[in-house]
Each structure stands twice: as C-alpha cells, then as structure tokens.
C-alpha cells in the first residue's frame, strides 16, 4: 500500500520551455501533496504544499509563477516548470500524505522522482 | 525553531559491523519523528514514525529508538544491500497546521563493504 507514482521519471527539454510533472497517488486519496526539490548529495528542500481545491502554498523563495502547482483531484497534483532554465535543472520529487491515515498520523510516502535537464 | 541535526554525515561499515545513527531534534511539541532510506536516483521510502520517548520499533536488521531529544537508527549486522542515505525528519506542533510540512535532517550516507 501507500504508494505513489511520478511521470516522467526524467526529461529533457530546451531553455525557455515548459515542463509538466505529474504526481499521483495509486491506492489511497491525498487531500495534501508535497513538492521537493533535491540538489546531488543535499537533503530534500520544500518548495511547496499542495491542497486539493486550493491553491497551493509556497516556501520562501520559491517562485509560485515559474513553478505552478495544481491539485484537481485527491490523487493526481501536477507541477509545472514554466519558461524553464539551466538553472531549473534538478531532481523533483512528491509526496502525499494518506487522507484519512492522516488523522492520527504524519507520514508522507514518496513518488521515485524526475530528473529535469534544461539544455 | 524546530531543527534536526543528524551524525555522522557519512559512514563506512564492515559486512556484518552494527552501529547506529543519530538523529537530534528540537521542536516545540514533537508529533511524530520519521526515518526514511533514500537511494541515488531514487525518492525517499518510509521506515518508521516514532511518536513518544521510549517507544521503538523494529524491522528486519533496523531498530528505531526515540527520547526526548534524539532517535537513534540500529542497524545490526548490516548487508552491503543496506547502503542508503538515511533521512531523519520531525513534525512538530508549529507545524501541524494544514499544512503539516515536515523538518528534515541532512542525512547519513551508510556504505556498507562486503
């Protein structure tokens, strides 16, 4: 149980475009997903909360126009990385939380993560 | 402010060696602290919640500990399999609005040689 799926698991795309990551989880619902970032040998650094039905909530510093978050429904929320750069390039990685294991708990379960290339 | 600090960054094993990681934390009403492994390339899987000082929990050679201000991470007689990143990280009552965003550690790199 608990699992969660990201789709591409890597792309490639020119400067200046924009790329669209999926995150769905498969076999509970996810009133909250989150969205991480990861830089070789780092820790996971948070860019922002998704809500379904809301608009999500972004850390400081993170650019909510570059970087938008939608959660249409409680098992898919979608990042995209609009007009994206070489410095856009990096590991992105989601996890959602159990709706309803997540009344008496807090963990999150993890999607296998994209590796975005800008070139 | 909430904060986790884990040690050793790295560490290299024998085959067979147990040894532990530690995980230290300050947070302003700890709700639950996690342990996750992370492989290259890979996102993070979850191991263990802990909730309360005193509590543990096991599975296969990993045991969890928790007090009031550290977990630790046993790994008795660890398999080369067993090499990882290890993540340490604590929701606290700060944080546990709707968001409920965790705190993470850096992590402790584990190679484990044959």
């Known amino acids: 149980g608990a699992v969660v799926s990201q789709h591409p698991s890597w792309v490639i795309c020119k400067s200046g475009t924009s790329v669209k990551i999926e995150c769905r989880s498969l076999d509970f619902q996810a009133t909250t997903m989150f969205w991480y970032r990861q830089f070789p040998k780092q820790s996971l650094m948070l860019m922002a909360t998704?809500?379904?039905?809301?608009?999500?909530?972004?850390e400081q510093g993170v650019e909510k126009d570059k970087f938008l978050i939608n959660h249409a429904s409680l098992t898919l929320s979608t990042l995209t990385v609009t007009s994206a750069h070489p410095e856009d390039s990096s590991f992105y990685i989601c996890?959602?939380?159990?709706?309803?294991?997540?009344?008496?708990?807090?963990?999150?379960?993890f999607g296998p993560g994209t590796r975005l290339t800008v070139t | 402010e909430d904060q986790v600090t884990q040690s050793p960054e790295a560490l290299r094993l024998q085959e067979g060696e147990s040894s532990s990681l530690n995980c230290s934390y300050t947070?302003?009403?700890?709700?639950?602290l996690f342990w996750y492994r992370q492989d290259p390339g890979k996102g993070p899987e979850f191991l263990f919640t802990?909730?309360?000082?005193?509590e543990e929990k096991e599975k296969e050679r990993l045991k969890a500990t928790l007090t009031k201000k550290e977990s630790f991470l046993h790994i008795t007689a660890p398999k080369p399999e067993d090499s990882a990143t290890y993540l340490c990280a604590v929701q606290g009552i700060s944080n546990g609005g709707n968001n409920r965003k965790l705190i993470w550690g850096l992590g402790t790199s584990l190679a484990v040689n044959p």
């Open positions: 947070v302003s009403g700890l709700r639950g």
């Open positions: 998704s809500n379904e039905g809301s608009k999500a909530t972004y």
């Open positions: 802990l909730y309360s000082a005193g």
């Open positions: 996890s959602a939380r159990d709706t309803l294991q997540g009344l008496v708990s807090y963990e999150q379960y």
